[in-house]
């Protein structure tokens, strides 16, 4: 299990579809749900911003982890994107050996 990880990617709510696909056909994610509607309060540049976003939760591997942090970075809007890794704990089987397949994949 400590080879999967569920990565959370805030995105603004219209890149939210192209961004998903792109790392799914680019193998950096096995599968991406996109979570259409979050509300994110946040500081930047001194002030409390809000704005209303996408959240998209990524399976992948450790192994594809930095490869897909760094697709985000070259191809995200925002000058600092939310990509936070968490590592799984426990998970089917079958689950964890499909994103594995679907990921080592070119």
Known sequence: MQNIRIVYISIPRDE???????LVQERLAACVNIV????SYY?????????DEALLIVKTTV????ALMDYVLENHPYELPEIIGLPVSSAY?????WVKTETSKS
């Open 43 to 51: 500081w930047w540049e001194d002030a409390v911003q809000t704005d």
């Open 63 to 66: 192994q594809r982890f930095q």
């Open 93 to 97: 089987p079958d689950y964890v050996a």
């Open 16 to 22: 939210a579809d192209r961004m998903a696909l792109a």
């Open 36 to 39: 259409p509607k979050i509300t």
